[in-house]
Structures are given as C-alpha cells and as structure tokens.
C-alpha cells in the first residue's frame, strides 16, 4: 500500500497530532511529518523516537520529516513518538510524545544485518587512519568523561568526538580537551587532535627519518590498531544501551502520558472512542443506516424531533377536537335540515333570550296594572266587567310562568325538554361510538395501547434507548444508553460511587455469542463523573455479578 504520512505538530515543546487510526506495520509504511515552532530552528539535526512496551527505535533526520521506525513487538497495542535534538554547543531541546494506537499483532521484522549506528560508523572512521601521532601528544589514560542519559543526550561531561559540518574549522565547545575532531571540506575529511584549543591534524610519520613511528600505543612490528585499543567506553564500542552508565533505574516511570510531577489522567487521556467519552448517539461510529420503509431498528428522529425528544398529546396529529374537547371544534358537524336553529330573534352565537326578547306587551314585562291596555273603568262593585279572579285565583294573585301553561322546554330551557328532537343515525358525519364505546366515554391512556407506560419518557423512542430498563433483557448484541431515576429505576444495574439503580447513566456495550452456547458479555461504561467501567458474563443459563473494571 501507499506510504501514509503522520503529521505531529510540535508547539512549545508539546507534541500533538489528529492521526487516529491503526498502525499497521506489516502492512505499510509510515513517514512523520513534523510541524516545528521556531524553538527548533536552531537544531538542523534531530532524532525521531518510537518507544513500545519492551523497545525503542529512533531515527536520524534533517529537515521535517522521516521514515517512522517499525514496532519490532508483535504484543504492541500502543507506541509513542517524539523527537529531540542537540545543537552540538550545549543546547538540546525534546518534546513529549504522542500515542499512536497500533493494530494488534502487526508489527515489522527486524533485519538481519541493522544499519552501522552513528557510533560505528565514526570507529569505522578512525581506524583507517595512522593514530601513531597520538604517542606524542598523550599518555595512556581517559580524557573524557561523558555521562549519557537513555534518550542518547550527553549530561555531563564532553565529547570525546566530534564531526563538523563543511566548511567548520574550529570544533563546538562541547569537545573535550584531547578529542578527536573531523573536519570536512569539499575535497574530503581530516581527521584532527584537539588539546589546548589547538586543532592539529593527524598523519602518517612514514619513512626513517625524524617523525618516524617506532611503537604504536607500545606495540611494533606489524600493528594493527582497532577500536578497541582507543580507550573508548564500552558503550562507544557495542552501541548497546545495556553497557551504558548510571542508566536511570529500572521500571522507574519519568512521565505519563507526556506528563511529569503530580500527574492526574482522566478519561480523555485512555484513548477511548469518542462515545465512550460524551455517551451521545451522534459520536457513535458505524452507525446503522435504515435500508428501507421495513427497517424497524434505525429510528433517526420522532416526529422531526433529535435529542431528547418529549412528544405531548400535541405532537400526534389528533384533530383539534382531541385536544379541545369542544364541540366547537368538530369537523364535519351535522346539519339538521328543516330542524336546525340558526338563529334566536335575529341573534347567532352564543344567544341569551330574555322577556324583553319576546316582543310581549308591556305589561307582561313590569306586571303592572298600570301598564294594561284597554283597563275597563270601573264604575261600581256591581260592574260585571270587573276581574274577580286570575286563573282561579283571587285578592292579592301572583302568577309565574308556570302558571302560562307554556312547554316544558320554556321553563327549564333545556334540550331533554324539548318535544320532537331528531333522531340522529349516524349520518351526516355524527360520532356514533368512539373505540367502540358509546354514551359519555371517557379515552384513556389504555385506549391508545399505551396501558404498559407510567411516563412520557418510556415512550418508544428507539431500540438503543432505554429508561429505566433491566440489563438482563438487553442481551442482543449492539450498545445501548439506559438511565435510570426514583420514577424509573433500572434493574439488574451495575453500581458505582456515582450510579445507583434509582439515578445512573450508563452507555451499556453487549456482545452475545450464540454460536458458542449462547454465552454473552456485557460492558457499561459509566456517564456520570466517576468514569466507572464494570463487565460481566452470562453463561450456563445465569449471569454473573458485575465486575470492577476502573
């Protein structure tokens, strides 16, 4: 496959990076592509690290990027990159380390015959010249004492050798006095003792004359000098980290995470995915995607709704007349040809009739005499157009409207008074019966085959949410998020410092492997501030109790 690039900002000595997949090592390769802050302008060579649990490769470069060294582990799940450097005045400079997730058991080989190393390249270097001048210049002895800490910087003390740029002519203050300096020029290197600031370079005496080379560090005859008769430290001539000095302690932790002092890691520093860290729906990857009218399980929204959707009586589409309860609200009203009211003395609406409505005389309004058309004159006892009586009645009568002899709808005003109401058949639109029920009925919830729900929230909202749900019965692969509270516990929950049955919040990770005897296994990872994590299994026809994971 393509060479990938992984690209590492490094900003005030912090190394960070957007790279988040696997790193598949016997698959591809890699290059690091380094972004530097001005810091490093002033560092031209520079050294990539990639440290596993048991190993670490580095990899010399200029400029900004290189090839990422291999994993030679095939346990490694996870490595760490950085990169350092030194100016060859004193000044060095490393950031901290980025992790990089790799796949499990993929890793590189390691080569049979790895590259010379910087250190054997430079003894390689040495032993082709004539070292006879040293005899002159020095006695047996270590002019150098360089302490090397596990990351290749010199700590202490100077360096024995140094291998200028082109064109330099004097060696960087780090060279300790009696070192050996090589100086490159365009028309090849030279190879030159450094002692008392002065740079002089070494040759071959030859011949018999004065100069000539008698013994070579007390040896004659046909010498042959290797690296191994120039007093290096050992570490110098294996190249091997095992036969370096004052090596920091073993398992000692210097860092976590890039981290040093009081060190607190949290959630965001494991690596998780995304939903692990936020419990949202919308950060889940491979999330399924209906195929069809016929796909129950992928519910992308109710109603237009997203989130945390509360559906009311408002949100089902019910004819307003659901809602209102109002007669006034129905559709399709019956009109009641030839029997209909439409209007009460000219009046619509809501009409109110009073006596003043009826167009009575005025006497039938205040009930005075006074107001009596037509009284008779009176003239005498005898006079036998006189009133001796009103409905039977005589002396001081009263009469109500009961005493009219009027229907028994113009006493009470009420339609079960009337006479001769129509019959209706269920023409014309009129509601016969509602869910089979007929008289004064009364909808409930059970009605509208929502008997099972004592809250809006247990609504069905979706497979993969649940309120209040019992853990044993979500044993179909896939991930859930279950909350419970004092209305809606959970049963069968894990428990934490922060989750009770009664209030918690878990995005819950279930594996069933029905082709191994129906064993099944169940991860929940807490939402709540505790960042707990408990497991369990179900095997042999029972599950286990939850375990503690974090």
């Not at 064109?167 to 008392?196: E, N």
Request: charged share 20%.
């Amino acid at each position: 496959m393509a060479q990938q690039t992984i690209l590492i900002r490094v900003r005030g000595k912090r190394a960070e990076t957007d790279f988040s997949e696997l790193v598949s090592f016997n698959e591809n390769s890699y290059r690091l592509q380094f972004d530097f802050d001005g810091e490093w302008a002033d560092y031209s060579q520079r050294v990539a690290v990639v440290l596993w649990a048991g190993g670490c490769r580095e990899q010399l470069f200029t400029g900004t990027s290189c090839d990422m060294p291999a994993v030679l582990s095939p346990d490694c799940d996870t490595a760490l990159v950085g990169v350092y450097s030194a100016d060859g005045a004193g000044g060095r400079i490393a950031s901290s380390f980025v992790r990089l997730r790799c796949l499990a058991g993929a890793y590189c080989e390691g080569e049979e015959s790895p590259p010379a190393s910087l250190h054997e390249q430079i003894l390689e270097f040495l032993n082709k010249y004539d070292l006879s001048a040293f005899e002159q210049k020095v006695t047996s002895g270590t002019y150098s004492a360089v302490d090397v800490n596990a990351y290749g910087f010199v700590t202490g003390g100077k360096q024995i050798v140094e291998v200028g740029e082109e064109g330099q002519t004097t060696p960087s203050a780090s060279l300790a006095d009696g070192g050996i300096f090589i100086k490159r020029t365009a028309g090849g290197d030279t190879l030159c003792y450094y002692a008392d600031g002065v740079l002089t370079p070494v040759t071959s005496g030859g011949g018999g004359g004065e100069g000539t080379v008698t013994s070579v560090n007390g040896q004659t005859g046909d010498v042959t000098i290797s690296k191994n008769d120039l007093g290096l430290a050992v570490v110098a001539l294996t190249g091997s980290y095992n036969d370096l000095q004052d090596t920091p302690e073993e398992g000692a932790v210097t860092s976590v995470n890039g981290q040093t002092g009081d060190v607190t890691i949290s959630k965001n520093d494991l690596g998780l995915a995304v939903v692990a860290l936020t419990g949202s729906y919308n950060d889940l990857l491979d999330k399924p995607v209906s195929t069809g009218e016929d796909d129950e399980s992928a519910v992308t929204s109710v109603n237009g709704q997203t989130g945390d959707v509360t559906i009311s009586k408002f949100d089902l589409g019910l004819a307003q007349v659901a809602l209102t309860g109002s007669y006034n609200d129905l559709a399709d009203k019956p009109t009641f040809a030839g029997t209909a009211v439409t209007s009460v003395n000219g009046q619509t609406g809501d009409v109110t009739i009073s006596k003043n409505d009826l167009g009575l005389a005025v006497v039938a309004l205040t009930g005075s005499y006074n107001d009596l058309l037509d009284k008779p004159v009176l003239t005498g006892g005898d006079d036998e157009s006189a009133v001796t009586s009103v409905n039977g009645q005589t002396g001081d009568v009263t009469i109500s409207k009961f005493d009219l002899g009027l229907a028994q709808v113009a006493l009470t005003g009420s339609y079960n008074d009337l006479a001769d109401k129509p019959t209706f058949t269920g023409g014309g639109g009129a509601v016969t019966s509602v869910n089979g029920q007929t008289g004064d009925v009364t909808i409930s919830k059970n009605d509208l085959g929502l008997g099972l729900l004592d809250n809006e929230r247990q609504l069905p909202i979706s497979s993969v949410v649940w309120y209040g749900g019992n853990f044993n019965t979500l044993d179909d692969t896939g991930c859930y998020y279950v909350e419970g509270s004092s209305d809606l516990p959970c049963y069968n929950a894990p428990t934490s410092n922060k989750n009770s049955a009664s209030s918690c919040r878990w995005f819950l990770l279930t594996m069933s492997h029905a082709d191994e005897g129906n064993n099944i296994t169940q991860v929940a990872f807490s939402l709540m501030s505790d960042c707990a994590i408990r497991i369990r299994n179900y095997s042999g026809g029972s599950w286990c109790a939850w375990k503690t994971v974090i």
